[in-house]
């Protein structure tokens, strides 16, 4: 190994370290010395760990040790140990004191799936929601997810955002570009590692390519050369989005009603979709490349690097696809039920997206240029720059208009949707400095900034897709009506003879987007660290960071249109606000023993943020923005079982009253009788007037503890035998009708009262503690608090709906309260002469409080608290010639928890849990409920002198059936069936492989297949129903010189 590029991460020498210092003693090694003193070492080279021998010091305290140290020098072995980034991060998931997880760029490019979200597929227990419906990722970890509670950095900078859904909520969307990275880590939990932006449910750190990955050690220049292509890929039909400004009358089959514009001849969102007959041809419709160069010197690294990729539409798989043509919610649901609600089943995934077809919506083109430079400065200081520019190009899908088709269309329809592109344009980039000189304990420092541009245009918020501004609301009438009479089914009204055009003035007839949204959302953050060495046994670390973003959005609503899905997308669409937090964290390490080691800490943190929409909208007083009225109490009607006496006394009152009628006859006296009587039962016995129960609401919630159906006052589910002399057994209480109850009307001069700024802090503390059983062998346990603020889109008007308008409302921040226990064992004292072998399993609790989410109202509020625990475990062994790794996750528990919502639900009979699996109805938790278990196998081997490399990978998922659901349904309970309900998925297996043959030291040639089985599922905590890919080839060639 040159001594001009040393190994860059850290290096371990095993020598007898005293002859080591006799060789460099002698004057052949000062001489030797000199001659490359004119080299100067590389800056880059990693800390340096020597391991001197027992009795070192005695033997060179010894008379004559140096004469006779050169004696023996012939005799001594010497060898090195050095870790690249990949295999730091792969011997960290066992060396942290925290579960964690990590996959480097080899893996990640062996396996590199369809979707951006595949780039989770192979870490156990992490998942990514809407994998493929979002061309980004959506981390959940431990049952957690959503914007600020899993932060994904790349490359330091943060880059996060909450994009909406229409009914279906909110999607958190992290961009980024699989061609780009280097390496993935993933720690599951809250921690304060030193350098890792951390949330309340753990962390996503993304590097992006480093000069290490392209220049080979012992090498200056590295150029990286790497193209790629697979099947199972279609080009999307474009025909509509190709329309976009052109007058719709130039359109054969266009016209419109009102001012939506219907395409009766093809050329709108709607579609037939290809077949399966192309889903295994090389046909280029899936192509990427790279281009890499970079350079090591002895005073900067520097890197440049271009990719860029295009792929269709895919196809999906078809074994198992009998099991998604209907959705029947769960085992026993429809056979016992169907006498109360009827057939609960309903026509599903594969009855629109037909098995082997394609998959609207799935396409992606990704164009991104990474620059990067390190400068190394005298007394070990360091100053690495990074910038990244991505143009991001996607499909994307409505969720509620693939779920309501679905319901609709008969089971093997073959159309689809293709929505225009979403497209995003992201620049990040970032700047870091450290220092640690070797001769000073007492700094390790670490500083940077971050600056993060994303903009974002998607159409997705509801309205129409194609539209024009038109006449009155209207387009050209005469042309409409023509258009009809040749193309459409319902005909058309009176002369069909070709009309004259209207002028088209400014444009009114040509086509634009109502539905289109355009975001922007701007971070830039600082950050500080600094470790001390106090003693020889403890150590102190010392953090600070602080971020700063600012949102905005808008769209090409009409505002004045006044219909319903106007309303909505005004008040659950758009907002923007600012926002920003600071954080101080402190974090001490003694050990207090050689086999004891103890740690504590704490973080504070400060935020801050402002709701700029409602402030503009307040100040013009546009209407529907003012601080409007809100219900206090909430009114329950309800009947109750007459007594014996009470059920007689009624029967003569109704007799008296009949009699008083003054019909003569006996018998139409009784037959009078009998029938007002008759209108008066249920059931064969009388129930008294309506009586009303008013319930106060705390916010949005009833409250349980005033709730006299859910407080013991009043049991819907006490019968009462042989009732009135009946003979029959009846409920005592009934429901009945009501409506109305108590609003707080607020003042005029309150009601555009400027919104407040929201202003929170809070302490975290964290401890730990580690036992070493032996050299190889050790248990820990973590007890950490992490405090999460509301995001922007939570702290904003119209958290995917209308928020509560009282302008004083302020949530408090979510509290996490974790705990970890773990074992890990480091198996190679028993086979020394494998490369690794390593086991570990840990348990988690934890508990949240406060957890931020939205009701079934659409208004954001918090939960009691959110319960989570579960096992972990990993391993992994290598051989030199075999290799395999196993992952396993285990949910225990994962429910959330509010009294007053479950009375809220159920406000009479009280049949929903304090705690329910998932969440309840409406919730985004409900739809982010973790399979039960999860397994993950990677296995190979190396053959020909490590020439030749294949693998496969296993994932497997079970269901995540939810028998409260299952009650909930049966029970015909309200909102169970509404909006962003989860969707069926039954147990994935799921089949890669892959060979990787080294052609000679520059060239290598990558084979894969995905999906080797062809299997036609839907994904973990999808919330838009879309099947996932086919079996998939891939082939690639990447050149290095």
């Known amino acids: 190994?040159?001594?001009?590029?040393?190994?860059?991460?850290?290096?371990?020498?095993?020598?007898?370290?005293?002859?080591?210092?006799?060789?460099?003693?002698?004057?052949?090694?000062?001489?030797?010395?000199?001659?490359?003193?004119?080299?100067?070492?590389?800056?880059?080279?990693?800390?340096?760990?020597?391991?001197?021998?027992?009795?070192?010091?005695?033997?060179?305290?010894?008379?004559?040790?140096?004469?006779?140290?050169?004696?023996?020098?012939?005799?001594?072995?010497?060898?090195?140990?050095?870790?690249?980034?990949?295999?730091?991060?792969?011997?960290?998931?066992?060396?942290?004191?925290?579960?964690?997880?990590?996959?480097?760029?080899?893996?990640?490019?062996?396996?590199?799936?369809?979707?951006?979200?595949?780039?989770?597929?192979?870490?156990?227990?992490?998942?990514?929601?809407?994998?493929?419906?979002?061309?980004?990722?959506?981390?959940?970890?431990?049952?957690?997810?959503?914007?600020?509670?899993?932060?994904?950095?790349?490359?330091?900078?943060?880059?996060?955002?909450?994009?909406?859904?229409?009914?279906?909520?909110?999607?958190?969307?992290?961009?980024?570009?699989?061609?780009?990275?280097?390496?993935?880590?993933?720690?599951?939990?809250?921690?304060?590692?030193?350098?890792?932006?951390?949330?309340?449910?753990?962390s996503v750190e993304i590097r992006t390519l480093d000069a290490e990955d392209i220049v080979r050690p012992g090498e200056t220049y590295g150029l990286e050369l790497k193209s790629e292509t697979a099947s199972n890929s279609v080009a999307p039909n474009e025909d509509g989005m190709r329309s976009f400004g052109r007058d719709y009358r130039d359109i054969e089959g266009a016209y419109t009603g009102g001012t939506s514009v219907y395409f009766a001849n093809g050329g709108g969102t709607r579609y037939t979709p290809h077949t399966d007959s192309r889903a295994n041809d090389f046909d280029f419709e899936d192509n990427a490349y790279r281009i890499a160069a970079a350079t090591r010197q002895d005073n900067f690294d520097l890197l440049g690097a271009y990719s860029y990729r295009k792929k269709g539409n895919y196809f999906s798989g078809k074994k198992g696809s009998k099991r998604y043509e209907s959705e029947s919610g769960y085992e026993g649901v429809t056979a016992e039920n169907a006498p109360v609600v009827g057939d609960t089943s309903a026509n599903y995934l594969a009855s629109f997206y037909n098995p082997g077809g394609e998959v609207a919506g799935t396409s992606n083109e990704m164009r991104t240029t990474l620059l990067k430079g390190t400068l190394y400065l005298p007394d070990e200081q360091r100053i690495k720059l990074s910038y990244m520019h991505s143009d991001l190009e996607f499909g994307e899908t409505i969720p509620y208009m693939i779920n309501e088709v679905i319901k609709q269309v008969p089971s093997g329809s073959n159309f689809g949707f293709q929505l225009p592109y979403s497209e995003v344009k992201q620049d990040t980039f970032s700047i870091n400095y450290s220092w640690s000189p070797e001769d000073n304990r007492w700094v390790d420092l670490q500083a940077g900034f971050w600056l993060t541009k994303s903009d974002s245009k998607r159409y997705q918020n509801g309205e129409q897709i194609y539209a024009i501004n038109g006449i009155d609301g209207r387009g050209d009438a005469a042309w409409d009506n023509y258009v009809q009479c040749r193309y459409s089914l319902f005909g058309c009204n009176g002369d069909s003879a070709m009309p004259d055009k209207l002028a088209n003035t400014d444009g009114r007839f040509n086509l634009f987007s109502r539905a289109l949204q355009v975001t922007q959302h701007d971070r830039w953050g600082v950050t500080l660290g600094n470790k001390m060495q106090l003693t020889d046994s403890w150590m102190l670390t010392l953090s600070g960071d602080f971020s700063k973003e600012k949102l905005e959005q808008g769209n090409n609503l009409d505002q004045e249109s006044g219909g319903v899905v106007a309303y909505a997308i005004n008040y659950l669409g758009p907002r923007g606000g600012r926002r920003e937090q600071y954080n101080f964290s402190f974090n001490n390490e003694w050990a207090a023993t050689p086999w004891l080691t103890f740690t504590a800490g704490a973080r504070y943190s400060d935020y801050n943020s402002f709701d700029t929409t409602l402030d503009e909208n307040r100040k013009g007083q546009?209407?529907?923005?003012?601080?409007?009225?809100?219900?206090?109490?909430?009114?329950?009607?309800?009947?109750?079982?007459?007594?014996?006496?009470?059920?007689?006394?009624?029967?003569?009152?109704?007799?008296?009253?009949?009699?008083?009628?003054?019909?003569?006859?006996?018998?139409?006296?009784?037959?009078?009788?009998?029938?007002?009587?008759?209108?008066?039962?249920?059931?064969?016995?009388?129930?008294?007037?309506?009586?009303?129960?008013?319930?106060?609401?705390?916010?949005?919630?009833?409250?349980?503890?005033?709730?006299?159906?859910?407080?013991?006052?009043?049991?819907?589910?006490?019968?009462?035998?042989?009732?009135?002399?009946?003979?029959?057994?009846?409920?005592?209480?009934?429901?009945?009708?009501?409506?109305?109850?108590?609003?707080?009307?607020?003042?005029?001069?309150?009601?555009?009262?400027?919104?407040?700024?929201?202003?929170?802090?809070?302490?975290?503390?964290?401890?730990?503690?580690?036992?070493?059983?032996?050299?190889?062998?050790?248990?820990?346990?973590?007890?950490?608090?992490?405090?999460?603020?509301?995001?922007?889109?939570?702290?904003?008007?119209?958290?995917?709906?209308?928020?509560?308008?009282?302008?004083?409302?302020?949530?408090?921040?979510?509290?996490?309260?974790?705990?970890?226990?773990?074992?890990?064992?480091?198996?190679?004292?028993?086979?020394?002469?494998?490369?690794?072998?390593?086991?570990?399993?840990?348990?988690?609790?934890?508990?949240?409080?406060?957890?931020?989410?939205?009701?079934?109202?659409?208004?954001?509020?918090?939960?009691?608290?959110?319960?989570?625990?579960?096992?972990?475990?990993?391993?992994?062994?290598?051989?030199?010639?075999?290799?395999?790794?196993?992952?396993?996750?285990?949910?225990?528990?994962?429910?959330?928890?509010?009294?007053?919502?479950?009375?809220?639900?159920?406000?009479?009979?009280?049949?929903?849990?304090?705690?329910?699996?998932?969440?309840?109805?409406?919730?985004?938790?409900?739809?982010?409920?973790?399979?039960?278990?999860?397994?993950?196998?990677?296995?190979?081997?190396?053959?020909?002198?490590?020439?030749?490399?294949?693998?496969?990978?296993?994932?497997?998922?079970?269901?995540?059936?939810?028998?409260?659901?299952?009650?909930?349904?049966?029970?015909?309970?309200?909102?169970?069936?509404?909006?962003?309900?989860?969707?069926?998925?039954?147990?994935?297996?799921?089949?890669?492989?892959?060979?990787?043959?080294?052609?000679?030291?520059?060239?290598?040639?990558?084979?894969?297949?995905?999906?080797?089985?062809?299997?036609?599922?839907?994904?973990?905590?999808?919330?838009?129903?879309?099947?996932?890919p086919g079996r998939t080839l891939k082939m690639g060639l990447t050149a290095r010189f």
């Open 1 to 202: 190994m040159s001594l001009l590029t040393p190994p860059p991460s850290p290096m371990r020498l095993k020598p007898l370290a005293w002859s080591i210092l006799l060789t460099l003693s002698s004057p052949a090694a000062l001489g030797e010395e000199n001659a490359l003193g004119a080299q100067a070492p590389a800056p880059n080279m990693g800390a340096i760990e020597i391991e001197l021998p027992a009795g070192f010091e005695d033997e060179l305290s010894r008379p004559g040790t140096l004469q006779q140290g050169l004696q023996v020098l012939e005799a001594l072995e010497v060898k090195g140990e050095w870790e690249d980034q990949t295999e730091k991060g792969e011997n960290d998931v066992y060396r942290k004191d925290v579960s964690n997880v990590y996959v480097g760029k080899e893996d990640i490019e062996r396996y590199k799936g369809t979707s951006v979200g595949d780039l989770f597929k192979g870490l156990n227990g992490v998942y990514s929601g809407e994998s493929r419906n979002s061309g980004a990722l959506d981390p959940n970890i431990r049952g957690i997810q959503g914007e600020g509670r899993i932060p994904v950095t790349v490359d330091g900078t943060e880059q996060s955002t909450s994009v909406w859904l229409g009914s279906a909520g909110v999607s958190n969307r992290n961009y980024v570009d699989p061609n780009m990275i280097g390496g993935i880590s993933v720690e599951k939990g809250p921690s304060l590692t030193a350098g890792v932006k951390s949330g309340i449910g753990g």
């Open 622 to 1028: 546009v209407e529907g923005w003012g601080v409007n009225s809100y219900q206090t109490i909430r009114d329950f009607g309800y009947v109750k079982l007459l007594s014996d006496e009470e059920a007689k006394n009624y029967e003569a009152s109704v007799r008296d009253m009949v009699e008083s009628w003054g019909l003569d006859n006996p018998a139409e006296i009784e037959e009078a009788v009998a029938g007002e009587l008759a209108n008066a039962t249920v059931d064969g016995v009388y129930y008294g007037p309506v009586e009303v129960a008013q319930v106060p609401l705390k916010g949005t919630r009833l409250d349980s503890s005033a709730n006299p159906f859910t407080n013991g006052t009043i049991n819907f589910s006490e019968q009462v035998a042989n009732a009135q002399g009946s003979g029959r057994t009846v409920a005592r209480y009934l429901k009945a009708p009501s409506s109305g109850g108590v609003y707080q009307q607020i003042p005029e001069d309150e009601r555009w009262a400027k919104p407040k700024k929201r202003r929170d802090s809070a302490w975290a503390p964290m401890a730990g503690v580690t036992l070493k059983l032996s050299d190889s062998a050790r248990v820990y346990a973590r007890y950490v608090e992490f405090i999460r603020f509301p995001t922007i889109y939570e702290d904003t008007q119209a958290f995917s709906g209308s928020r509560s308008s009282i302008t004083s409302n302020q949530p408090s921040p979510e509290h996490a309260y974790n705990w970890e226990v773990g074992y890990v064992q480091d198996l190679l004292g028993f086979v020394p002469e494998w490369r690794n072998a390593d086991f570990r399993i840990n348990y988690y609790k934890s508990e949240i409080k406060d957890y931020i989410d939205r009701d079934f109202s659409y208004n954001i509020i918090q939960y009691e608290k959110k319960l989570l625990s579960g096992i972990e475990l990993q391993t992994r062994f290598d051989t030199g010639k075999y290799f395999s790794s196993f992952g396993a996750s285990y949910r225990l528990d994962q429910r959330l928890c509010d009294k007053d919502m479950a009375s809220t639900v159920d406000p009479y009979y009280g049949r929903v849990k304090e705690c329910v699996t998932g969440g309840f109805p409406t919730t985004f938790s409900r739809t982010s409920l973790q399979p039960h278990y999860s397994l993950n196998l990677d296995s190979g081997m190396r053959l020909f002198d490590e020439r030749l490399e294949i693998g496969a990978r296993m994932v497997y998922h079970s269901s995540a059936k939810n028998k409260e659901e299952a009650k909930w349904i049966k029970q015909n309970l309200d909102m169970v069936k509404g909006i962003n309900q989860p969707y069926e998925w039954h147990p994935i297996w799921v089949f890669d492989t892959y060979a990787t043959l080294h052609i000679n030291k520059n060239i290598d040639v990558d084979f894969g297949v995905n999906n080797i089985t062809n299997r036609y599922y839907l994904d973990p905590l999808a919330r838009t129903v879309m099947p996932a």
